[in-house]
């Protein structure tokens, strides 16, 4: 199987916040958790063929992006018609309309032709996902709020994205091919 790219953005946290998120998602997102730690995904699933376009649409991007500071304070199960899961994530509230833009502009120009426009961008931090989306995705959504606030997190947890990680994901695993801070202001 040939790699398929992805842009992510891996959150600096404070370090309590980064090891509740990785514990959620040891616990949520075995799967996963193990392979990438958290992260917001900002292009999906490019062709290999796409690497050097994606290099430097990446680089020009990051050149006029400041950093984008974060607090991901709601808790979001989402049924995933298509393949029958579920998944738990964490939405930005400060921020979203920032990673919004982030990802329009990663996709003009060479890699427009990538973006599919009948799926609406909507920024999150994955931490859990199940086999089925079944009554109980909400319920364990509810005990991961509730785990966020007795961790101290009661108005969410802040953070910024301080660069864009372009990795390839093959055979099972994720490896880091570019990461470049974000440069404006």
Do not use: C, N
């Amino acid at each position: 199987m040939s790699p398929r790219l992805y842009v992510v953005g891996f959150p600096e946290l404070a370090p309590a916040d980064a090891q509740l998120l990785q514990q959620l998602r040891v616990r949520y997102y075995p799967t996963q958790a193990d392979r990438i730690g958290p992260h917001v995904t900002f292009a999906f699933a490019l062709p290999p063929e796409a690497e050097d376009a994606l290099a430097a649409q990446v680089d020009a991007v990051a050149a006029t992006t400041a950093p984008i500071a974060f607090t991901l304070r709601k808790v979001t199960p989402i049924a995933d018609a298509a393949s029958g899961r579920a998944y738990i994530t964490l939405v930005p509230h400060r921020g979203h309309l920032a990673m919004i833009d982030l990802h329009r502009r990663l996709h003009d120009g060479p890699l427009e032709r990538y973006r599919e426009p009948a799926i609406r961008f909507e920024p999150h931090l994955t931490v859990g996902m199940f086999e089925s989306a079944d009554e109980s995705v909400a319920g364990i959504a509810d005990r991961i709020a509730a785990e966020i606030r007795d961790a101290g997190a009661a108005e969410g947890i802040a953070g910024r994205i301080a660069a864009l990680t372009i990795v390839a994901e093959a055979a099972g695993a994720v490896t880091e091919r570019r990461h470049v801070g974000l440069r404006a202001g």
